[in-house]
């Protein structure tokens, strides 16, 4: 069984975690352990009629017996998993894979800001400094609470830490304030809607670099291309040189040509098609990599970034 490819998974367990989330729990068919993973990651759950959805996993990475997906009925696989599956059903899934990846730092303050859904990949980093024996805090919003999923938990086991903003009890978290003061040595992680994810990215300005650590459901909103026109794209391993035009993608150009990359979001929300990147300038305009990561531009991701120069060179 690979962490890279493509296998199927039995659902052995399934209950309702808050109105609107299911939680999915993941074994092999054969007993086998599963894949390994660290807190952060996610699955892609594909179905067979080809869609497929990113969900973080959220239960304990040292049990490789099993997994577990926290999953909002919103739509198309999400509506699937919630109508459709049930204990004892089989899912093909792929993974996991991590761009929000989180171990541990002796001597650390962690503060974890979760909204709604959110809560998933925070819920296993939380667990994890804990049991480090770091320094935690809790920010959690929900529009109610019986829409929190794993609220009674988390309030039960870190009453001391642990702070809910529940809209229709007339609470809401100020991130300007939270933030307000950067702390040394304190890493901030969050998971959520656009709106929160960009209140903590504005309130994180005046932090140190690599204090704050974001994980988008939804694709940054972008204006135009810096570079607005057709550039070059050199693939490094295939010998081949094609020619991406403003209104096309590299992902579709280089696909045109035969040559494979896996991917799934399309919007550069999940992390599948990312590249290495050889040589050249890269306007990074996905929501996965950090700035950090996107001003070093070892890779990008090819459904949705682009050049900032006439030629790049990409290990395709």
Known sequence: MSAGGEFPVRVRRRTMAADA????????????????WSPGAHIDVVLADGREAQYSLCADPNDRSWWRIGVLKEGGVSAHLHDAVAEGDTLQVRGPRNHFSFAPFPGRKYIFIAGGIGITPIYAMLRAAAAAGNETRLVYAGRSRSAMAFAGELAADYADTAEFFVADEGMRADVAALLADPEPGTIVYCCGPRRLIEAVEEAGRSWPRGSIHLERFEAKVLGEPVWNEPFEVELMLSGETVTVPPQ????????????????????????????????????????????????????????VSRARCPRITLEL
């Open 21 to 36: 989330v299911v939680l999915l729990e993941l074994e092999s068919p054969d007993g086998r352990p599963l894949p390994g």
């Open 248 to 303: 096309r993608s590299i992902l579709e150009v280089v696909e045109e040509h035969g040559i494979l990359v896996p991917s799934s979001c399309r919007v550069g929300t999940c992390g599948t098609c990312e590249v290495a990147v050889v040589d050249g300038e890269i306007e990074h305009r996905d929501s996965v990599l950090s700035p950090e990561e996107q001003e070093d531009s070892f890779a990008m991701m090819v459904c």
